[in-house]
């Protein structure tokens, strides 16, 4: 049997299978490594890399594409540099550079790449955020009024931190900045605000220490730790920041509160200049480059409180810079400060001389002042940190030994009370009630004639008094956070029985003028 062929048929499948055929291709650049060390990478080829996105060395290392070049490609990169070589294979991946986010980093240590360096197992997250995002806009922010306390008498009461401000603390080495950041976290508990804590080139030892401290007193339950020490390399420690300002950004637009502290911005600012210079870009003022400004401003840029329409949520940056020898004029500092609104400034004379925390109160502000703090501790507090600061002045001039007036006598003397009143010893951060509680006693005059020495004793017996004699007291002020008038009676009158207790009763006293609403100087 002859085998027929119908070539007309064969002919239409072959043509409607070439009108149906899709080839697919899959393009992908590659390029070549010219030069590689000291983390970084000088790449020629990949002409549609993006500024700040991610390529893939060999090894599975990844770097970030900061100079774009005409002829070629300068890289960061985040991992070891060592085993990149000249003329490895360098590719795109379409991705700019992102961390992963999420409520299952809190209680966790993570790099700035988001990997786990505690011993805890892997990080299950299905989140990613870019490390690089536009900051809102005015539209979407609201002004910021609601307090977030730190639970230090000084900073509450003199510089005021409100939820998605930027508050500076700068200071000299061993002046306490650290110790600042450990009790605003350990102050947060049970406020709802979700705390990341962003190590950039600090000892490994010193790290560990707070670390040990947070564990200790249950707050990394809410707290994340971005992990970017001393021996890590420049580029993760200049990721560091970014990565962190990231993980918060997810429970600021998440509708929910997040604070971030960047310890220290000055170390990132070194390992951003070494960047830099490795990669042949001009240098200027101190060898920084020309954007170190631009840099700092729109990572601290993206803390905001926003509108009720974005979800009210809010993220407030706490940013540390280090002095040298005080000289707050530097680069860095004065750039920072000109971003932030305001500072903390600690002074290495007071803290050597004792006062714990070493804020000096003349240099100190906030710009958000009285609209971040309760009513309350806005009554008590509002001309405290101009008194301290006159007080200061007084001090200076008293040492000279002049005769000196009754009324510079005590102003001298409420001064040194208060200097007392707001030291804190670490690790105890008090709630605004008791806060408000010891300065109203202060600035009402009713611990002028208590020795200094017993001031400390008189605080502590004096808010255990309250609180268990008087819990009305404290339940009322918790409340309306104000101070109206008939609760202003009630603490004249436990002010006055606590006194006659604390002096034995076998000292005839005579109580201050309670009708007083000045701060008595």
């Known amino acids: 049997m002859a085998l027929k062929i119908n070539s007309s048929k064969i002919a239409r499948l072959i043509s409607s299978g070439l009108e149906t055929y899709r080839r697919e291709v899959k393009m992908e650049e590659v390029g070549r490594v010219l030069m590689a060390g000291d983390g970084i990478a000088k790449i020629s080829g990949l002409p549609g890399a993006m500024s700040g996105e991610m390529l893939l060395f060999p090894y599975d290392i990844y770097g970030v594409a900061l100079n774009l070049d005409r002829g070629e490609i300068g890289a960061v990169i985040l991992g070891d540099s060592t085993r990149i ?13 992102e961390v992963p986010v999420g409520e299952a980093l809190l209680g966790r240590i993570v790099d700035p790449l988001g990997r786990p360096m505690d011993s805890k197992g892997p990080i299950k997250i299905k989140n990613f955020r870019p490390v690089e995002f536009l900051a809102p ?18 900073i509450d009461s003199m510089t005021p931190i409100g939820r998605g401000q930027r508050e500076l603390i700068i200071g000299d080495r061993t002046t306490g900045k650290s110790a600042i950041l450990l009790d605003i976290i350990l102050n947060q508990k049970n406020t709802g605000v979700y705390c990341i804590y962003v190590v950039i080139g600090l000892k490994t030892s010193i790290v560990m220490r707070f670390l040990n401290k947070l564990e200790e007193e249950g707050a990394m ?30 429970f600021m637009f998440g509708g929910k509160h997040a604070l971030i502290l960047y310890n220290d911005l000055s170390k990132h600012a070194v390992s951003y200049r070494e960047l830099s210079l490795l990669l042949r870009r001009p240098p200027g003022r101190e060898a920084y480059p020309g954007d170190i400004f631009y840099l700092h401003s729109r990572l601290l840029e993206r803390a905001a409180k926003l509108s009720k329409k974005m979800g009210g949520g809010s993220l407030t940056a706490i940013p540390v810079i280090e002095t040298r020898a005080g000289d707050i004029s530097a680069y860095i500092p004065t750039n920072v400060i000109s971003i932030t609104d305001g500072q903390i400034y600690l002074e290495a004379d007071l803290f050597n001389a004792g006062i714990r925390p070493a804020i000096n109160a003349g240099i100190s502000v906030s710009r958000v002042g009285g609209n971040a703090q309760i009513k309350a501790m806005k009554k008590v507090a509002g001309m405290l940190r101009l008194d301290l600061a006159q007080y200061r002045e007084l001090e200076v001039f008293a040492k000279f030994g002049t005769e000196l007036d009754r009324e510079t006598k005590k102003q001298l003397t409420r001064g040194e009370r ?13 709630a605004v009630e008791d806060q408000v ?30 609180r268990s004699s008087h819990p009305g007291i404290v339940k009322e002020l918790g409340d309306k956070k104000e101070i ?10 436990a ?13 005839k006293i005579s109580g201050p003028d309670t009708g007083k609403t000045g701060s008595g100087f």
């Open 495 to 507: 002010l006055i029985k606590f006194r006659e207790v604390f002096f034995l009763t076998d000292r």
């Open 484 to 493: 109206p008038e008939k609760l202003e009676k009630k603490i004249n009158e």
């Open 137 to 154: 806009g005015v539209v979407d922010r609201q002004p910021v009024n609601e307090p977030l306390h730190t639970g230090i008498k000084a």
């Open 437 to 466: 509680l010891i300065i109203y006693a202060l600035i009402k005059g009713f611990l002028d004639d208590v020795e200094v020495k017993d001031i400390r004793k008189f605080e502590n017996q004096y808010l255990e008094y309250i």
């Open 418 to 430: 208060t200097i007392e009143v707001l030291k804190q010893v670490n690790l105890s951060p008090m």
């Open 221 to 250: 339950e809410y707290t994340t730790i971005v992990y970017a020490p001393a021996h890590f390399p420049a580029s993760l420690q200049y990721i560091a920041p970014f990565a962190g300002c990231a993980i918060g950004e997810y």
């Open 85 to 97: 070589q000249e003329g490895d294979e360098v590719r795109c991946t379409g991705r700019i550079l």
